[in-house]
């Protein structure tokens, strides 16, 4: 079942973003903690943020935050599914609900990024038509 989350989704949330962010490289690990506040921010402050429920359980979670001062843009913070739950489409099912959701609230554009190596990720991108606008760097300093 795809639903709005709500706080007491958090703990689950948390532990899905983690666990999906585990696998980045070193210079990406500030990711998980930036995609985990996010995410915690936009389900305290109400907005909608989709999660899927399997049973008790939730197993994946679209995290996109709507920009406060520009509401024709939507950031794409992170989609999760657990791995236990990967290849069976919950991950197109919840693009599908955001961009719904987003749309209808006015929302003309959806910034995502991914791991260059993370093929899954930029194929459901893909598949939902983004196109690459950009590149994302990093430095060590």
Known sequence: MIRAACIDDLPQIQTLVREGCAALPDNQAMRAELIEASIAGAVASGEKIFVCQQGDQVVG?????????NPEWVIASGT??????HRRGIATQLYAR?????????????LAS?????IPSLKLLESHGFSVSGIEMTKEI
């Open 61 to 69: 979670v679209c995290g996109w935050v709507q920009l406060p001062t």
């Open 114 to 118: 991914a791991a260059a190596t993370n």
């Open 80 to 85: 999760f599914v657990h791995p236990a739950f």
């Open 98 to 110: 955001a961009l719904e959701h987003w749309k209808a609230a006015g929302a003309l554009h959806v």
